[in-house]
C-alpha cells in the first residue's frame, strides 16, 4: 500500500511517515518548504518527497506510484480547507484521512497497547523521558518522538514489542481518536483557544479522554481542576512529593515529568521506582527543549504561558540573575490570548529581547501585535530592559556580546521553517 503524507517535514507527520515505512508500506509525501526534518527522513531512506504542495505535483507522484491513501495535518485542513491535494484525491477516490486514523489502525494491526502522553505542556520532552528509560530498561517498545535526540529516531515500530508511545495532542480534539491502555497527563492549563472558545470545554476535552484510557497517571491539581473523582485505574501523585527530589535533572518541571514517567513504569511494569529514576537522571535531552546551541546560547520551544515559566525556571537555575531571553511568540491570535499572562512574565530576566511572532493558522480578524506593541504590554520594569528586535545582524551581534559576558541566553522559539529556532542554527551552531 503507498501512503502519501500531506506535510511530511511536520514533528506529527514525519516520524509517523517513518513508522509507515518500517511497517512495510511505500511511503511518499510532500511540504511546502525544505526543512530539516526533510533531510533527516532522506537519511532514513523516505526520499521522495515533493517541495511544493499543488495538483500538478500529486498528480505526478500518483502517476508514479498510485496512491492508495493520503494522510495530512491537522494544520493543513485548518490553514487550507481547499488545498489543491484535497481536490485531486477527492477527485480520484483515494482514502483521505488524518494522522489519528493511520496510527490506529497500525496499533490494531500489530495489536499493541498505546501508552499516551497528554497534557497541555511537557509532552515532547515526557515522551522522550519515556522512550528513553524503557529503553534502558529493556522493554520493547514502539514510539514516535517528535524532536530529535541522540538515543532514538523519531519514529520506530519493533517487532518484538507489545506498547507504543505516543504523544497525543489536544490540538483539534485529535487526542479524543485514540483509547490508551495507560495515559500520563503531564497538566493541564487552558490552550488553543481557536479549538476551545471556553476553559471549561478544554477541560471537558480531558476528562473525555481520561475517560478512554484503561489506566491514568494524574497530578493531584490536576484531578482537582477537572473536579474529576479517581478511578480505581487511576494514579494521582502529589504535587509536592518530597521523593521527587530523588530525581536530579535540572528544572522543577523535568523533575516532575520524570517523577511522572516512573510511575507509570511502575505501575504497568512493576519496575521499581529507585530503578527508573536511575536511568531518568541519565537522560541526555531532546532537541529544542532547553537545548544548547552552543557554549551558553539555548533553544526552548516553550510558547504557551506555563511552558515558558518552566524554561524560566530552568534558565535561572542554570544562569541565576545573568539570563537573557530572546522571545518569539508563536502564532498571532495565541499572544492576544495570554497578552495578559506576558505583563509581569519577565520581570525577573536580566535583558529581553522581543521578534517577531512567527505566524500560522491565524485569525485575520485580530491586530497584528508587533514587536513594539508586545513591547508596550509588559510590565514597567520589563519594558526598561525589553529590546523590540529582528532576526537581523544586529540581534546576532548582541547575543554575542551577552555570551561574551558570560550571560546565559535562552531564545524562545516554537516556530518552524524561518523561525529564531532555524535563526539560531544558522548563525551560532558549530
Same mark, same amino acid.
Given at each position: ?18 513508522? #509507515? ?20 527522513? #532522506? ?21 508514479? /506510484? ?46 499493541? /497497547? ?13 515522551? +522522550?523521558?519515556?522512550?528513553? +528509560?524503557?529503553?534502558?530498561? /529493556? ?73 478512554? *484510557? ?107 540573575? /545573568? ?52 513591547? +508596550?504590554?509588559? *510590565? ?33 522559539? #516554537? ?16
Amino acid at each position: 500500500m503507498h501512503i502519501f503524507f500531506s506535510g511530511i517535514g511536520g514533528t506529527g507527520i514525519g516520524p509517523l511517515a517513518l513508522v #509507515a515505512q518500517q511497517s512495510g508500506y511505500s511511503v511518499s509525501g510532500s511540504d511546502k518548504q525544505a526543512s530539516q526534518y526533510i533531510d533527516y527522513l #532522506a537519511k532514513h531512506g523516505i526520499s521522495d518527497v515533493t517541495i511544493g504542495q499543488s495538483a500538478t505535483n500529486i498528480a505526478a507522484a500518483h502517476s508514479k /506510484n498510485p496512491i492508495d491513501w493520503y494522510v495530512y495535518s491537522s494544520a493543513v485542513a485548518i490553514e487550507q480547507p481547499n488545498h489543491p491535494e484535497f481536490a485531486f484525491c477527492q477527485a480520484n477516490n483515494i482514502r483521505m484521512s488524518k494522522r489519528d486514523e493511520l496510527l490506529n489502525e497500525i496499533i490494531t494491526q500489530k495489536q499493541l /497497547n498505546l501508552i499516551a502522553v497528554a497534557g497541555t505542556h511537557g509532552k515532547t520532552t515526557t515522551t +522522550a523521558l519515556l522512550v528513553w +528509560a524503557l529503553q534502558q530498561l /529493556n522493554v520493547p517498545a514502539g514510539y514516535i518522538l517528535p524532536a530529535k535526540s541522540s538515543f532514538a529516531d523519531m519514529g520506530a515500530c519493533e517487532p518484538d514489542a507489545k506498547y507504543f508511545v505516543y504523544e497525543c495532542d489536544e490540538f483539534d480534539r485529535n487526542f479524543l481518536h485514540f483509547r490508551p491502555h495507560l495515559s500520563l497527563v503531564t497538566g493541564i492549563d487552558w490552550d488553543h483557544p481557536d479549538i476551545f472558545p471556553t476553559r471549561e470545554a478544554y477541560y471537558q476535552a480531558f476528562r473525555e479522554f481520561i475517560a478512554q *484510557s484503561d489506566y491514568n497517571v494524574l497530578w493531584q491539581s490536576d484531578v482537582n481542576r477537572l473536579n474529576r473523582n479517581p478511578g480505581e485505574k487511576d494514579r494521582v501523585l502529589s504535587d509536592t512529593d518530597e521523593k521527587m527530589k530523588l530525581i536530579t535533572l535540572a528544572g522543577e518541571v523535568n523533575r516532575r515529568n520524570a517523577w511522572q514517567v516512573a510511575q507509570s513504569i511502575n505501575l504497568l511494569f512493576a519496575i521499581p521506582l529507585d530503578k527508573s529514576i536511575a536511568v531518568l537522571n541519565t537522560f541526555p535531552g531532546v532537541s529544542r527543549r532547553f537545548e544548547q546551541i552552543t557554549l551558553g546560547l539555548y533553544s526552548d520551544y516553550a510558547h504557551t504561558t506555563e511552558k515558558i515559566r518552566g524554561a524560566l525556571q530552568i534558565g535561572q537555575e542554570i544562569a541565576g540573575d /545573568n539570563l537573557v531571553v530572546v522571545y518569539e511568540g508563536l502564532h498571532n491570535t495565541r499572544q492576544h490570548f495570554i497578552r495578559d499572562d506576558l505583563t509581569h512574565l519577565f520581570d525577573a530576566v536580566k535583558q529581553l529581547y522581543i521578534v517577531p511572532s512567527y505566524l500560522a493558522r491565524e485569525d485575520p480578524s485580530l491586530e497584528l501585535l508587533t514587536t513594539p506593541k508586545l513591547k +508596550a504590554g509588559l *510590565s514597567e520594569a520589563s519594558q526598561s530592559k525589553t529590546t523590540a528586535s529582528a532576526l537581523s545582524n544586529e540581534l546576532r551581534l548582541a547575543i554575542q556580546q551577552h555570551l561574551a559576558a558570560g550571560n546565559t541566553v535562552l531564545c524562545l522559539s #516554537a516556530g518552524g521553517g524561518g523561525s529564531l529556532d532555524e535563526w539560531l542554527r544558522q548563525n551560532f551552531a558549530s
